[in-house]
């Protein structure tokens, strides 16, 4: 049908027709191409051009658009076959209409085609509108899009990895911290408060007294947070008895520590049953002093 036959409304409706973005054909029932646009004949073209063919407008009446696509074999052979059974199933009334999208790449870059398949309304015998629009640039920004997920991911666990560590230094931070501070107290309370007070005790001048107090009350500012931090996580021992387990482990006799700390040796031998029973060495064939070194 050529243009001087054509109405004035069937001129305005080949206008819009061939003014649309989208690639568009018309088929029959038996998938045969009865009306194609612009759009879709230039693309045919520019993709002959792309390939090394003629580049000439092709008229694609006539042709069969389901056999064109049930018979491909090249690498979009799977999209063209979905295509052809989706079309099909339209034409036969099984589903009012099929969409599909699939890739359509060249040598000029990557691209993408989301594809619609309707029965035209009112048409006798079933005709489908089939048209396939651009959709590069959705799928370019999804691809981005995706890469940045998994960057943002893969920064995420590092992150996470990183916590964990840091997390495993500052318990092994506080644990060193504990240790530390027993270490302190056990020394304190067992070598320096006691002899102070044996040294205050003695024939001290004034100034030397009160000297010695200035220096107690100092310690005992230090040290008494740290005592009852230890106490309430189960340190037993009083400061004469890690005194004597501080002597014993030395390799003092009863003899020598009642000595040294002016006590009897009785006091000795008490504090250290204390020892063994607060320890656990129920073996009497256990050595205190070879026990106190391995704790060591």
């Given at each position: 049908m050529t243009d001087l036959h054509l109405t004035y409304s069937d001129q305005l409706i080949r206008s819009i027709f061939d003014s649309?973005?989208?690639?568009?054909?018309i088929i029959d029932h038996r998938g045969r191409i009865l009306e194609?646009?612009?759009?879709?004949?230039n693309f045919s073209r520019d993709n002959r051009q792309d390939s090394g063919e003629p580049s000439q407008i092709i008229d694609f009446t006539g042709m069969n658009y389901l056999h064109i696509c049930e018979a491909a074999t090249d690498e979009g052979a799977r999209d063209a076959w979905n295509v052809a059974g989706g079309i099909r199933e339209v034409i036969q009334k099984k589903r009012d209409e099929f969409l599909y999208d699939y890739p359509c790449h060249s040598p000029e870059g990557k691209r993408w085609f989301y594809m619609r398949a309707i029965r035209m309304a009112g048409a006798d015998p079933v005709q489908v509108i089939v048209s396939h629009e651009d959709i590069t640039e959705l799928k370019l920004a999804q691809e981005s899009l995706k890469q940045h997920q998994d960057i943002l991911e893969e920064q995420n666990q590092r992150l996470e990895e990183a916590n964990i560590a840091l997390k495993v230094l500052?318990?092994?931070?506080?644990?060193?911290?504990?240790?530390?501070?027993?270490?302190?107290?056990?020394?304190?309370?067992?070598?320096?408060?006691?002899?102070?007070s044996?040294?205050?005790?003695?024939?001290?001048g004034e100034?030397?007294?009160?000297?010695?107090?200035?220096?107690?009350?100092?310690l005992n500012q230090v040290v008494s947070?740290?005592?009852?931090?230890?106490?309430?996580?189960?340190?037993?021992?009083t400061p004469q008895e890690m005194q004597v387990a501080a002597l014993v482990k030395e390799g003092k006799t009863t003899a020598e520590i009642a000595d040294v700390l002016y006590i009897s040796e009785t006091t000795v031998s008490f504090h250290?049953?204390?020892l063994r029973t607060k320890l656990g060495l129920k073996n009497k064939g256990t050595n205190l002093r070879s026990f106190l070194l391995s704790m060591s």
């Open positions: 649309l973005s989208a690639h568009i054909a194609t646009n612009a759009a879709w004949r500052i318990e092994q931070r506080e644990k060193d911290k504990a240790e530390t501070e027993k270490h302190f107290l056990t020394h304190i309370r067992a070598f320096v408060l006691p002899y102070i044996k040294l205050k005790s003695g024939n001290l100034r030397d007294r009160t000297l010695l107090g200035i220096v107690e009350d100092q947070p740290l005592m009852q931090r230890m106490d309430n996580a189960g340190v037993m021992l250290r049953k204390n």
